[in-house]
């Protein structure tokens, strides 16, 4: 199975708004909390760099599971999985498991055929409605080679070489 490349730019995208604000809402909240409630009520608060250093990290963490719910209610989507299921698994299976399981179990984004816009699935080589060729296919038996492969890794034909001289 190939691996799908990470680009740290368009999962970012994939976070939705509302997983935004409410993680901003969150990291607000908590330096409130502490600094108008929990501090003021300590008879011997820490001192000042722990009372700034506490609610960040507490209000980061918390932002940050809020825009990864957020991301994975959006992903499961794009990947054909049940969005409302897999927003609720993350959210209440403890330590984060249920985000470990989520991103070990995930489906590969499915792709559009440039050509004509089907749906289709990473694996394929052509599409399956206007045999678009998504990948390099070996001439003989049809299967995907890497553009640096000698040889078919599926029949062995050897590929018409770009830059290898034999
Ligand atoms: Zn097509
Ligand atoms: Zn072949």
């Not at 995208?13 to 908590?30: D, E, H, S």
């Not at 640096?148 to 890794?153: A, N, T």
Request: aromatic share 12%; glycine share 6%; with cysteine.
């Amino acid at each position: 199975m190939e691996r799908e490349k990470f680009e740290i730019g368009r999962e970012i995208k994939v976070v939705p708004a509302w997983a935004v604000v409410t993680a901003i809402l969150l990291f607000a909240g908590i330096q409130f909390a502490f600094f108008r409630w929990l501090w003021p009520a300590e008879q011997h608060p820490p001192p000042l760099a722990l009372q700034v250093f506490f609610p960040v990290m507490v209000g980061s963490i918390l932002a940050f599971l809020a825009l990864l719910i957020g991301y994975v209610n959006r992903d499961a989507g794009r990947r054909g999985m049940n969005r409302t299921l897999w927003t609720l698994l993350v959210i209440f299976i403890p330590n984060a498991i249920g985000f470990i399981i989520y991103f070990l179990v995930r489906r590969p984004l499915r792709l559009q055929c440039p050509q004509c816009k089907a749906v289709v699935d990473p694996q394929v080589n052509f599409c399956p409605s206007c045999r678009f060729s998504f990948r390099q296919t070996c001439p003989q038996c049809k299967a995907a080679v890497d553009p640096g492969d000698r040889f078919c890794p599926k029949c062995g034909l050897e590929q018409k070489a770009e830059k290898v001289t034999s």
